[in-house]
């Protein structure tokens, strides 16, 4: 994909599932089975690069263009989430389809109070801001090095997971 179709895709409103899966930081669905993993929504062509740099594995690349579109190497990323928080777009998450038989859990930046709390139950929205399930809150994360990103760990059906990207509490 060029890099003028990428900025057509950013510009006209949410990505489809098919324009996702042609993204470069976009995990393959087999590395997803094997744990936790980043899943990088990033189709803006703009100086950025704070991913890369807060990555501790070195499993995000964007070069030295710093409008290059974030690569992920899946084969580095353990699913840390150092990136979450440093993503000023907040378009990455973390998902870990090995949660359980049933749920997966997605770890999204937040930067709205209240901040939820363990075992609350949230309604998880879409990419369009619609509600499509309900979710359950396991843990939330207040990074020390972005006082107010708040990464917000979420379970919710497997079936879901890659539909999730939002809350409200």
């Known amino acids: 994909m060029t890099n003028t179709e990428l900025v057509s895709l950013s510009t006209r409103g949410v990505l489809t599932p098919e324009e996702l899966r042609t993204l470069p930081g976009v995990p393959s669905d087999e590395r997803m ?16 690069n704070p991913c890369e740099s807060a990555c501790p594995k070195g499993a995000i690349r964007i ?6 579109l974030p690569v992920l190497d899946e084969d580095k990323c353990d699913g840390c989430g150092t990136c979450v928080a440093a993503c000023p777009g907040l378009a990455i998450f ?64 497997k079936d879901l997971a890659l539909d999730v990207r939002s809350i409200r509490v």
Do not use: H
Not at 37 to 45: F, G, K, P, R, S
Not at 99 to 110: D, F, G, L, N
């Open 63 to 68: 070069g030295e263009d710093i409008t290059n």
């Open 94 to 157: 973390i998902l870990d389809m090995t949660y359980s038989e049933t749920e997966a859990v997605v770890r999204i930046p937040y930067e709205l109070l209240p901040v939820p709390e363990k075992d609350q139950e949230v309604s998880c929205l879409n990419r369009e801001g619609k509600i499509v399930t309900q979710g359950r809150i396991v843990k939330t994360v207040k990074p020390k090095a972005y006082r107010k990103t708040v990464v917000v760990w979420i379970a919710v059906p």
């Open 33 to 48: 089975k094997r744990g936790p993993v980043a899943y990088i929504e990033c189709a803006d062509i703009f100086p950025c």
